[in-house]
């Protein structure tokens, strides 16, 4: 299937270089990169290549190939705590209307930059 792309979407001009990003890791159905406003160093999004706004609306085969992107940020910033979030509709917080997973590393409460 073609990967669907939407003019006005942020993230969609991010996969296409319209929009400069921190690139930490890119498959072809994804891509991976910096948050903008971090909560924590090294806040990772992970957005699916076709533009679908929500969770529920995106191509198994998309939301397959995420997880296993996840887990090589975890392994590859060397993090023991952290949370996965992915937010669907402005009531659940979701900002942007593209999917987009974020990984958010959970400094140890002795780390000065927590
Ligand atoms: P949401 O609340 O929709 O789950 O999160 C959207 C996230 O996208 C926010 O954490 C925000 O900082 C991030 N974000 C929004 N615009 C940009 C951008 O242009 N570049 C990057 N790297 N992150 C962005």
């Known amino acids: 299937?073609?990967?669907?792309?939407?003019?006005?979407c942020i993230f969609c001009k991010i996969i296409k270089g319209e929009i400069p990003s921190f690139k930490l890791i890119e498959t072809d159905l994804s891509y991976s990169f910096l948050d903008i406003g971090p909560l924590s160093k090294g806040h990772a999004l992970i957005i699916p290549k076709d533009h679908a706004a929500k969770l529920h609306e995106l191509p198994d085969e998309y939301l397959a190939d995420v997880?296993?992107?996840?887990?090589?940020?975890?392994?590859?910033?060397?993090?023991?705590?952290?949370?996965?979030?992915?937010?669907?509709?402005?009531?659940?917080?979701?900002?942007?209307?593209?999917?987009?997973?974020?990984?958010?590393?959970?400094?140890?409460?002795?780390?000065?930059?927590?």
């Open 1 to 8: 299937a073609v990967a669907r792309s939407l003019g006005s």
């Open 67 to 114: 997880m296993p992107i996840a887990k090589k940020i975890a392994n590859a910033q060397g993090l023991e705590n952290y949370n996965i979030l992915q937010n669907n509709g402005r009531i659940a917080h979701q900002v942007v209307d593209h999917v987009h997973f974020h990984v958010i590393p959970k400094p140890d409460a002795s780390d000065d930059e927590g």
